[in-house]
């Protein structure tokens, strides 16, 4: 059966990981162009976590016709981790992003009033993964009612779709697959309830899935990434590749600390907003602009980076806690910024 679904070995190293094993995938030869254009334009400096990276390797090869659903905090980098295993493996990916009032005919497809007004049936994503073997992608599985993934549980196992409207079956292609992500669990929130507008799933939903937890990187990789998109400015007083470094490093480090003070602990209330990988990566922009425009001190530089990249979403108490933190890890690692 794989013979047939898959074409191609992807060497691990296209993944950042030194392994004689591989991945399998997709070369896409006869893959008309309008499919092909969905799949993933690849980053190189995106980091593999080696562990999720082996779970979703081996459902990709395995499991066809069960859904992955992957779980973690906003902003550590679920979609993106979805997005770049496919671009690696040439699958093509079709997204939706899930809301309260989602329903099956916004899955499955509609009619829709053509230019000459006549009536056509338009593909939802569902079907048009499971039409032309697309990677479907669900993001925020929660935000639609739980009775939804329900009234589609024959379709999470991989059954022909029967769309109603038009009495047409559409089969599946034996590279179709889903995707679930969330920032709950599935069948408990994430412990504080710091997500709002979310339905724990169903039992026989989740049931019916393979299950993948993402984290935040670890500090390493992180570190890493930060430091490989940092540009080339000029600084004073410092090497600029010891500069990069310490910036990252001390970027990160506040980081954690924030996350730290986000999911709080038995005795102390946690702040409102956390430093994600995706606020630290603009967080480092902003650093970058306001450390070179001279007019601003040190600190007022670092509040201004602040409130754009993250605190003017929060409120006062929590903004301050950031601040104090993020200004404690940095020191005086901006003031090496030299004007543009």
């Not at 995106?46 to 990276?53: K, S, W």
């Not at 994503?125 to 039409?131: E, F, I, M, Q, S």
């Not at 739980?146 to 196992?157: G, I, K, T």
Request: hydrophobic content about 40%.
């Amino acid at each position: 059966m794989l013979n047939k679904v898959f074409d191609k070995d992807v060497a691990m190293t296209e993944f950042g990981i030194s392994s004689p094993e591989s991945v399998l995938g997709f070369t896409n030869r006869n893959v008309p162009p309008y499919i092909s254009a969905l799949i993933p334009e690849r980053n190189p400096d995106y980091v593999f976590q080696t562990q999720q990276l082996g779970i979703m390797s081996i459902w990709w090869e395995a499991a066809p016709d069960e859904p992955l659903f992957i779980s973690g905090p906003h902003g550590s980098g679920k979609t993106s981790f979805v997005n770049q295993f496919c671009a690696r493996v040439g699958a093509p990916v079709v997204s939706l992003t899930a809301r309260s009032r989602l329903d099956r005919t916004d899955l499955i497809g509609h009619y829709i009033i053509d230019k000459d007004k006549t009536m056509r049936f338009v593909d939802g994503p569902l079907t048009r993964a499971w039409r032309h073997g697309m990677v479907l992608l669900i993001n925020e599985m929660s935000a639609a009612p739980a009775d939804l993934w329900l009234s589609v549980n024959e379709l999470l196992e991989g059954a022909p779709l029967f769309i109603e409207a038009t009495g047409e079956v559409v089969k599946k292609h034996p590279r179709a697959r889903i995707v679930m992500t969330d920032n709950i669990r599935g069948m408990t929130d994430d412990g504080n309830g710091l997500y709002l507008g979310r339905h724990l799933q169903d039992p026989a939903v989740m049931d019916r899935c393979w299950k993948l937890r993402m984290e935040y990187i670890d500090e390493e990789s992180e570190t890493a990434l930060l430091e490989s998109r940092i540009p080339d400015v000029e600084v004073h007083g410092i090497e600029l590749p010891v500069w990069k470094k310490q910036f990252a490093q001390r970027l990160c480090a506040a980081a954690n600390k924030v996350r730290e003070a986000y999911f709080g602990s038995h005795d102390v209330q946690p702040i409102e907003a956390t430093i994600s990988t995706r606020v630290l990566l603009r967080l480092k922009d902003l650093l970058i602009i306001s450390g070179r425009t001279k007019e601003l001190s040190v600190k007022d530089a670092l509040n201004w980076a602040l409130r754009i990249a993250l605190t003017e979403a929060v409120d006062k108490t929590s903004a301050l806690t950031i601040q104090k933190i993020v200004e404690a890890e940095l020191g005086n690692i901006c003031s090496h910024l030299a004007a543009p």
